[in-house]
């Protein structure tokens, strides 16, 4: 069966300093992967997608980026954190196919002081 | 930009009774999923119905659509202190394109 993995769980950083928050998933191959950020109460704002390695859509212009080094291995990362970067960062899957769920990490828990 | 929106924002009932949680959307779409978020946890998908489909059961959930109205309902039949979470509704914009989330409702069941 598949599995996501994401961490860590909880992240308190400076600001302007840097991040990187890691992604595997486990029993599959060619997923589309998934980083959104979810601010509080809120919904979920998709921040970039990858149907592949190399291949990264960035959905919303800011001091994110993200890679995928490998098949099943996302990255998100940042140079210099802002404030305003604070929430709740989730990492998915998809099969790349069309009419399938998404398959959520349990999430990282990110504050700004 | 977003697709779904859920109504009502926020639902509290007590245990034993239904919940009942509307979606609407505003492009056509080939499917439309609900997904669950336990406090500080991550999202679990529930249900994708497809645009052919009107209707879909999974245990106590149903869920309905209905394409001419652009939207969708999530029934939670028998509630249980258990469901207390937030639900989202989400769909792709075209194609094999990611989903997007609406803001979800909040479901409090209270035993």
């Known amino acids: 069966s598949q599995t996501i993995h994401q961490w860590p769980a909880t992240l308190v950083q400076p600001v302007g300093s840097p991040l990187s928050l890691e992604c595997t998933v486990e029993g599959t191959s060619n997923p589309n992967l998934y980083w959104y950020r979810q601010a509080a109460g809120r919904g979920l704002q998709l921040l970039f997608y990858s149907v592949g390695i190399g291949q990264i859509s960035s959905e919303v212009p800011q001091n994110l980026s993200a890679s995928r080094p490998q098949d099943r291995q996302f990255i998100l990362s940042s140079k210099k954190l802002l404030l305003s970067d604070s929430g709740f960062y989730l990492c998915?899957?998809?099969?790349?196919?069309?009419?399938?769920?998404?398959?959520f990490g349990d999430g990282t828990r990110l504050s700004i002081l | 930009s977003q697709q779904g929106e859920e109504d009502p924002q926020a639902l509290s009932i007590q245990e034993g009774e239904n919940a009942t949680m509307n979606c609407s959307y505003k492009t056509s779409i080939n499917n439309l999923q609900w997904y669950r978020q336990n406090s500080g946890r991550g999202l679990v998908h529930l249900i994708l119905?497809?645009?052919?489909?009107r209707e879909k059961h999974s245990g106590r959930l149903r869920v309905t659509l209905d394409t001419s109205k652009k939207s969708s309902s999530l029934l939670i039949t028998a509630s249980r202190a258990a469901d207390t979470a937030s639900y989202f509704c989400a769909s792709p914009l075209s194609g094999n394109t990611p989903l997007v989330f609406g803001k979800g409702t909040r479901l409090s069941v209270i035993a």
């Open positions: 119905i497809r645009s052919n489909e």
């Open positions: 998915a899957w998809s099969p790349g196919t069309q009419n399938q769920p998404q398959h």
